[in-house]
């Protein structure tokens, strides 16, 4: 998922900034503190997701989100409510006030990926290039990826297929209950036997949590294992 941030203050964008490093599927893909430069850029780049103050010079932020592509999510950042009602009639994902919380920040972004994981579940398949192939797999059947080298392998219960493609690519096009367990290794939290302090266990197969990722894994586990 790649994502903007829309906002005349520098200091709102380094935070927001530092809310999405929480998430590794989301791609920081520019900042923007002029809403014309925005819309040019979103003229000739797909975005998924935008962060967009509603009070800025120039153009306003809902006048903005009536220009752009309707697919696109946006969650409104401001430091005024009366603003409200105008941005759900643009069909805004949430509204958040300033000075945005963490914790207000966090539930914007569940109801972005469960959106997103919605819309997964509902094609449920996964089409894979591989080798001059495209490869479908069902996506809740695949257990795990690794990566060694420029190639990443995504293993089912019954085959395996090799793309030449990166962690971050493979992220963003899978649900949000797959995440980075290693450097080397992203896992499908649905597919999760067994926990322990430095390793996970799926379909007897043993695991490493890198050190980095060990309590953003044990945090997205506990809606599988409680």
């Given amino acids: 998922m790649k994502a903007i941030i829309v906002d005349d203050e520098p200091k709102a964008i380094d935070l927001l900034r530092s809310y999405l490093s929480h998430f590794r599927a989301v791609e920081l893909a520019a900042t923007f503190r002029n809403g014309l430069k925005a819309f040019e850029y979103l003229n000739s780049h797909a975005i998924d997701l935008i962060f967009l103050d509603i009070d800025m010079p120039h153009i306003s932020g809902i006048s903005l989100a009536k220009m752009i592509d309707k697919k696109i999510n946006i969650i409104f950042t401001t430091a005024y409510s009366d603003y409200a009602v105008e941005s759900y009639e643009v069909s805004a994902v949430d509204y958040l006030l300033k000075p945005v ?21 509902q094609s449920e398949i996964i089409w894979i290039k591989s080798g001059g192939k495209k490869y479908k797999l069902l996506i809740d059947e695949i257990l795990y990826l690794y990566k060694e080298g420029n190639y990443l392998t995504y293993f089912t219960h019954d085959t395996k297929v090799i793309a030449r493609e990166t962690i971050g690519e493979a992220l963003h096009k899978l649900p949000s209950y797959f995440c980075q367990s290693h450097k080397s290794y992203i896992i499908n939290l649905r597919q999760v036997t067994a926990l322990e302090k430095e390793r996970i266990f799926i379909d007897k197969v043993t695991i490493p949590i890198g050190s980095t990722h060990r309590e953003m894994i044990r945090d997205n586990l506990k809606n599988f294992f409680e």
């Fill in 101 to 121: 919380s963490l914790e207000r920040f966090m539930q914007a972004m569940g109801k972005v990926l469960n959106q997103q994981d919605s819309e997964l579940r």
